[in-house]
């Protein structure tokens, strides 16, 4: 019933092509362009592009995963999350699908395709930041190399594993913030005002805590979790105090997208649809 239920989203996502471009597609195809631009102002404005600058491709596709949950990025995967997990108040078509299927599979259906979503954003906005790295280098002449830090494809994997599932917990809120605001509109608003007061308070809290391990405060904000666990994979000598955290981190992270998808499918349960 799950699995029927799940390939009856993806089919509706699929042919909701507004949807797709502008919450998945969206934002890693801005980045490319930006990044292009960048590098054909240089060449052809500037006209002084940088001499003897090596460019590493991993190097390149890892900072765009970095940010692949950014406040910029959130905005329009938030807005492909809406459309899937409160679209069905909008056109008020719940009631069509609640007698086929149980609520908490058809909820669950839903966040699971989102993931996936989300999964296949980040995986083009890693292939765009490599096709740009290399367009950028025959661009200004750079030259290109794999790694200028020793990084290697599993450092990729875990940022994207990582990403991914800070980007699951606003995806999880947005399923909460759907059933009960019951507006599209409702869930994009609480879901970046949420991510954007996570990095004001990221960031004062870390400097309140320099050269210390982190707080149970700081630990309990998704942003600095995903933050300290990017920098544990990436630059372990560089983490300091914090190092030892990152395994708390990743439970932290866990936890928020079982709460919040757990909450999600409770009060979808014992909602009343009648009031749509």
Do not use: H
């Given at each position: 019933m799950l699995a029927d239920a799940i390939a009856a989203e993806r089919f509706r996502l699929l042919r909701d092509r507004s949807a797709v471009f502008w919450g998945f597609c969206f934002a890693p195809l801005v980045g490319f362009m930006l990044n292009i631009g960048g590098d054909l102002f240089l060449r052809f404005v500037i006209k002084k592009p940088i001499p003897g600058l090596t460019v590493g491709l991993i190097d390149q596709v890892l900072k765009a995963l970095s940010n692949g949950a950014s406040t910029f990025a959130?905005?329009?995967?938030?807005?492909?999350?809406?459309?899937?997990?409160?679209?069905?108040?909008?056109?008020?078509?719940?009631?069509l699908l609640t007698p086929r299927n149980t609520r908490q599979n058809l909820l669950l259906a839903k966040l699971i395709v989102v993931g996936e979503a989300v999964f296949w954003s980040l995986l083009l906005t890693a292939v765009l930041s490599a096709l740009a790295a290399v367009i950028g280098t025959g661009i200004n002449g750079k030259a290109l190399t794999v790694s200028m830090f020793g990084r290697n494809l599993f450092d990729v994997i875990g940022v994207l594993a990582i990403t991914w599932l800070e980007a699951m917990t606003l995806a999880a809120l947005a399923a909460c913030v759907g059933v009960l605001s019951r507006s599209t509109m409702g869930v994009v608003?609480?879901?970046?005002?949420?991510?954007?007061?996570?990095?004001?308070?990221?960031?004062?809290?870390?400097?309140?805590?320099?050269?210390?391990?982190?707080?149970?405060?700081?630990?309990?904000?998704?942003?600095?979790?995903?933050?300290?666990?990017?920098?544990?994979?990436?630059?372990?000598?560089?983490?300091?105090?914090?190092?030892?955290?990152?395994?708390?981190?990743?439970?932290?992270?866990?936890?928020?997208?079982a709460a919040l998808t757990a909450g999600a499918v409770w009060l979808f349960r014992r909602q009343d649809l009648t009031k749509e």
């Open positions: 959130a905005l329009f995967l938030m807005i492909g999350a809406a459309a899937v997990l409160a679209g069905d108040y909008r056109w008020e078509t719940w009631r608003i609480a879901c970046l005002g949420f991510r954007f007061v996570q990095t004001i308070l990221a960031s004062s809290l870390r400097l309140m805590e320099q050269n210390e391990a982190p707080s149970w405060k700081l630990l309990a904000l998704p942003v600095f979790d995903a933050d300290l666990l990017r920098a544990a994979l990436l630059a372990p000598e560089q983490v300091g105090a914090a190092g030892g955290s990152a395994g708390v981190a990743l439970a932290v992270l866990l936890v928020w997208v």
